[in-house]
Structures are given as C-alpha cells and as structure tokens.
C-alpha cells in the first residue's frame, strides 16, 4: 500500500494545535501550510508526477484530524475541507471512536467512518479500489499505525523547507524500518523521497 | 557556517548506546553504519562534490562523542576514529566539559578540546581558518547548539534509507527555523538536500 505525506524538514506533518481556521496547526511564523500546499498547486507543473500519483489511488483512508477539527462527539455539521466535491472522486474511509452514517458527497466522493481499527479500514479501503491503489492520506498518527503493522510498502515523501519543532512526527513510536531508495526528485520547492519498505 | 550530517529518514545522527564497537549506535539490525559511510566511501564518484565540499573547511568542530567513546574523565589514551593521519589536515575543536592538551597528529590535523562553550569554540575555529570555512562535523547534540544559537548559515543533509526510531536528533529543541532549499541531489544511496538557514 502507498503513502505519501508532506513532512517539515524535521519530520512533522502538523504542527500543534490544529484548529478550524489553521488545519495544519501552529507554523512557527513561516507559512506552514502555505508551502505545504504551494507544491501541489494545480499550476505546479513541476511535480505533475508526484500529484497525479497521489491521486490516482481507487480508495483512501485517512484520520479523523485529517478530515477536520471536530473532536469527541459528531456535535456540529461538517463534510471535510474540501468543499461539496472534494478531489478524491473514490471512497473515502475516515479513521474514528465516533460512528457516523456515511457522506456522500458530488463527483463520487463518499466519507465512510471506521471505528473498529485500521484492519477493518484496510480490508474495506481494498475491497472498495478492485484492482486499482489504496491510499493512505494521513496524518502521522494514522500513517504510524500502519507503518508499526508493517502495511506500507511504499512511502511517499514529500520535504518542505522550515522546521516545526513540534507537533505530530512521522514514524514517532515506530521500530526501526528498513527502507530502499526508490526514487528521489528534486524540486524547486520540495524534495520528494519514495521509499519501498523492506520490513 | 556549514553544518553537514548525514541522517535516517527520521532524522536520528546516531543510535542509542554508542560503544567503541559500535560508534553510531543501535541500528535496528540494518547497516546504519554501513550505509552512513556507503555514500562518502572514496570510491563514490557520485558523490564527488559532497565529499570534497565537506573535507575542504579549513578548521573543524565536533563534540566529544563524535570524537570518541571515552566519557567523563580522560582516563584511557584516545586520539579519535580515524588513524594516525585524520582527514581533516587542519585544526579540530572538540567540545568537551573535561579538559584536555591538544592532540596533534599526522598530515597537519591537531586535536583541540574546548571546554568554554560553543561560540568559544567558534572563535577559535573561525581565527583557524583565516579566509577558509569553518564545518560543524557533528553530532546533532552539537549541531543543535548551534542551530539554536542562530550560528548555522547552511546545512547539508544526507538522507540515508532507514528509520532508527531512537538516538540523537537533529533539530531536538530547536526552536522553529525558516530554511530555503538551496539544492538537492539524488543519489541512489542517499538524498542529498542543502538548506540555508534564514533565521
Ligand atoms: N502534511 C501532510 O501531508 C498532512 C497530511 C494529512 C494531514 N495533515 C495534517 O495532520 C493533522 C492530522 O494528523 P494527526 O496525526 O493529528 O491525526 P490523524 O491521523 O489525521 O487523525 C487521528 C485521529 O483519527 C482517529 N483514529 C486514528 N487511528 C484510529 C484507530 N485506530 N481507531 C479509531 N480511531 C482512530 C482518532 O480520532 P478520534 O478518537 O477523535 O475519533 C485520532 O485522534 C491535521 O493538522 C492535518 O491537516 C497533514
Ligand atoms: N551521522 C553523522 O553524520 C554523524 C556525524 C557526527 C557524529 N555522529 C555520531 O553521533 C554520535 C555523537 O553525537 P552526539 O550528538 O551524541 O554527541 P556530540 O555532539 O558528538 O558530543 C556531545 C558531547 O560533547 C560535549 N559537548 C557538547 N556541547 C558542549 C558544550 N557546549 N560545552 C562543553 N561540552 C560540550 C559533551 O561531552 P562531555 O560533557 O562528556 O565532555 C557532550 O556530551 C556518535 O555516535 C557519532 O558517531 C554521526
């Protein structure tokens, strides 16, 4: 299974302190969030590659803190960041303590909520892509999990320069992990690094 | 100042549990050592320009772990990892709480050992190396230091394919930093990424 994510220089994919109005937490005053989508950018013909890539995939699963900032109970509405048709066009399955029906959302998008594990995810995650790639969106605590399981073969990263200092680190509380270099593209704003996971 | 430092893909410059068999420490079983020294071995022709970049400071820092396994007093003759004839030919300030008279050695490379502190350390180098650069060697507790002094102009990492999951970190407890990304150089053992440190 693949995984990409957008990591600070110093490993972390969110700062703290995630909030409705800063999805990607505290900053450190350098535009976080600004490079971390300026890569992806629709006009970023530069890393046409890395973005089709990502999504490509025929199911995703990702956190609940990915999804938004509600936290504890469903108590107010919300659909995700992405608006009413939000760029997955596949089945979204959405890591939680708390049940909620499926969303379904214009353009083949549905958000399902799984509450009994990243298995169960996994499982419904593949049934749902068929033949095509299941991606796994983050964020670092999702992609942890999966990491320790020993369920990513392929891992997707995606450096940005600054640092955060804190917040939520890719693979903080993983064993060590054998990596093979696959790949490695050096762009204005970013260096992306594809590793296979060997163990 | 240049820093260089090759680290995992989490970010770790040395296992726990260094030991004069195993300088870089614990490596969950996967070469760590192996693969650090794999990319800077003379023969790498691909990596060229990095290695000489590295050897052409004309004075060195490093801390006293990455010098050598002695800890607390000097009680056991150490002249550090790298034979009669070090690859430094120039002057080494090693930061130390235990004082020491300098060591000097084959092919123009003397062993000094501060104990007053980094910027003490720095002076002395930066009067050492007159017109030439000063490189920060290492290890991350050393490198921090500076980091979070502000001290660093330009950081060279080398990115090696595993994950360590424990050590010493590049960037603990460094504040936030604003960093450009100046370069970046697939290898096929190693990422090669340079930052410039803005503030
Ligand atoms: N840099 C990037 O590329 C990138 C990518 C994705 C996300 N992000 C950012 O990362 C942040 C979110 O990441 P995160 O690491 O904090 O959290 P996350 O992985 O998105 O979500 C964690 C939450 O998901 C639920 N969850 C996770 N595993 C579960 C399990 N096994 N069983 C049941 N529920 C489970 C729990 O929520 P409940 O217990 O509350 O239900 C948990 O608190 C956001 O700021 C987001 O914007 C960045
Ligand atoms: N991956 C790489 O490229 C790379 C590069 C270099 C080193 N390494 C590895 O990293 C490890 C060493 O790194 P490390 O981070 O553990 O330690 P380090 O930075 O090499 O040395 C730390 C030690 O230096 C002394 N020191 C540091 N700052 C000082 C200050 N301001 N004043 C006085 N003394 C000071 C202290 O020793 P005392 O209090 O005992 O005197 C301290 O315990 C080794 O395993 C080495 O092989 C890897």
């Given at each position: 299974m693949i995984c990409n994510l957008t990591i600070s220089a110093d490993g972390y994919s969110a700062g703290l302190n995630q909030t409705e109005e800063r999805p990607f937490g505290d900053d450190g005053g350098d535009g976080w969030a600004d490079k971390l989508h300026a890569w992806y950018s629709e006009s970023s013909e530069e890393n046409r590659e890395e973005i089709d890539q990502i999504l490509a995939a025929k199911a995703f699963i990702m956190g609940r803190n990915m999804f938004g900032p509600v936290r504890g109970e469903w108590d107010r509405p919300w659909i995700g960041w992405w608006g009413d048709n939000p760029p997955y066009h596949a089945p979204v399955f959405v890591l939680t303590h708390h049940a909620r029906e499926p969303q379904p959302m214009e353009g083949g998008t549905t958000f399902h909520f799984v509450t009994d594990g990243i298995e169960s995810a996994l499982t419904r995650a593949r049934e749902a892509a068929g033949d095509g790639d299941v991606a796994i969106m983050g964020g670092a605590t999702t992609i942890n999990q999966y990491l320790a399981a020993g369920l990513i073969d392929e891992l997707r990263l995606h450096i940005v320069p600054l640092t955060l200092g804190a917040g939520t680190r890719l693979?903080?509380?993983?064993p060590p992990l054998k990596l093979e270099q696959v790949k490695s593209h050096s762009a204005s704003l970013v260096t992306h690094v594809t590793y296979r996971v060997l163990s």
């Open positions: 693979f903080e509380g993983v």
